[in-house]
């Protein structure tokens, strides 16, 4: 029984800690939701793009390839996705986060087991001050693109030519402001940047190896029920690691304003960009840079896209959008066969049901001309079914 003290003080100690330190957070306040959809789309071609089932426009095959002059139908359901939220309170602040991801990688099989790998599309955590600030990272939309405006309803997500359609590795800081009846935003940001390969065949630009000077972008929105228009500029330094270790660098980037305006059942928008070297953050339109000798040709290029919504019911939309881009002509590299415009026609009819099922049914157009005059062009349908839960 000599140890009885050191007990009765241990249990003693024990109990003031209990009493003095702080109580725990409620588990209640964190919150963690599943969502995501299953998809099934079906999509018939007049010609083989050679990307499915989710084309871009610069996919489009030129007149004459006879081996890709071929219709073909495609059943896929890789566009599902899965998606974990959060959100918590810490001291006032409102913490968001998602984890998010689609089968749409290029990996497995089409013609037996189907299989597909996880592609990590979305993974970041903001938070939210009472004050209007604002941080985030991780993983989402690049900050040049529109997110918040001007974002047309399509069957397919891979949508007009003219887009900025990019996710980044990013680190954001804004601020959101109230003001005449909407929300000013003020944001910027760093985020991962790189060029295609195109020196040393030992450094991987792609993945960013070689690159020492991050994407830098800035953007203005202002958010209100009727109008929202935004501005935005991103720069960076291109650099690439040539044979034998020497470096070859050129200033790339892109500025773009979008605008939207919504009148009953009607919604108008519109989106354009200049990009001199930052090409990759547009989907499907062209090549960012060349090396040329020992020096990096930017390619540069205007784009933009245009678009209608009308609300025909509560739960039925019709939706129209037209896009165009257009590149410059590098003389030692960027002509010949290269594509030197794209245009692209969507129109589509949405309808939602049974509330979490929906269904939709596209028609699509793109034509592209090459430097050299030589046309192409491609006709698509495409049906889909979603259940979302």
């Not at 500029?233 to 470096?247: I, Q, Y």
């Not at 499907?284 to 040709?297: M, R």
Request: aromatic share 10%; no cysteine.
């Amino acid at each position: 029984m000599r140890h009885a003290p050191l007990r009765l003080g241990a249990a003693l100690v024990a109990g003031a800690f209990l009493i003095v330190m702080p109580a725990p957070r409620a588990a209640a306040e964190l919150k963690v939701g599943v969502s995501g959809y299953i998809k099934l789309d079906i999509q018939y071609m007049d010609k083989n793009t050679g990307s499915f089932p989710s084309p871009a426009p610069g996919d489009t095959p030129l007149d004459g390839d006879k081996e890709r002059d071929n219709d073909q139908t495609i059943i896929d359901a890789r566009q599902s996705r899965l998606r974990a939220t959060i959100s918590d309170d810490v001291g006032g602040v409102k913490m968001s986060g998602r984890i998010e991801a689609d089968f749409f990688s290029g990996d497995g099989t089409a013609l037996s087991s189907n299989s597909r790998h996880f592609r990590l599309r979305h993974a970041f955590i903001r938070g939210d001050h009472p004050s209007g600030f604002f941080l985030l990272a991780g993983q989402t939309w690049s900050l040049i693109m529109n997110s918040d405006v001007a974002q047309p309803d399509l069957v397919d997500f891979n949508g007009p030519a003219g887009q900025i359609f990019s996710r980044q590795p990013q680190l954001v800081a804004g601020y959101r402001l109230p003001v005449a009846g909407g929300d000013l935003i003020l944001a910027g940001n760093v985020e991962k940047h790189s060029v295609p390969d195109l020196g040393s065949t030992t450094v991987n630009e792609a993945q960013g190896s070689g690159q020492d000077v991050p994407l830098f972008t800035g953007k203005v929105s202002w958010l209100g029920k009727m109008v929202q228009v935004e501005a935005g500029l991103a720069a960076s330094e291109s650099k690439v690691t040539l044979d034998g270790g020497s470096r070859a660098s050129e200033v790339a980037w892109m500025a773009q304003v979008s605008g939207q305006v919504n009148v009953g059942p009607v919604s108008v928008f519109a989106h354009y960009h200049r990009s001199d070297g930052l090409s990759r953050l547009a989907s499907g339109d062209f090549p960012t840079a060349f090396l040329v000798g020992t020096d990096i040709e930017n390619v540069e290029s205007d784009a933009w896209f245009a678009g209608v919504r009308y609300q025909l019911t509560k739960n039925t939309s019709l939706n129209g959008v037209f896009g165009w881009a257009k590149a410059d002509e590098i003389a030692a590299a960027f002509t010949g066969d290269s594509l030197e415009k794209h245009q692209s026609i969507h129109v589509n009819i949405i309808h939602k049901f049974w509330e979490r099922w929906q269904v939709g049914l596209e028609y699509k157009r793109f034509d592209v001309e090459a430097f050299n005059g030589r046309e192409g062009d491609v006709n698509i349908v495409n049906g889909a079914v979603w259940y979302f839960f």
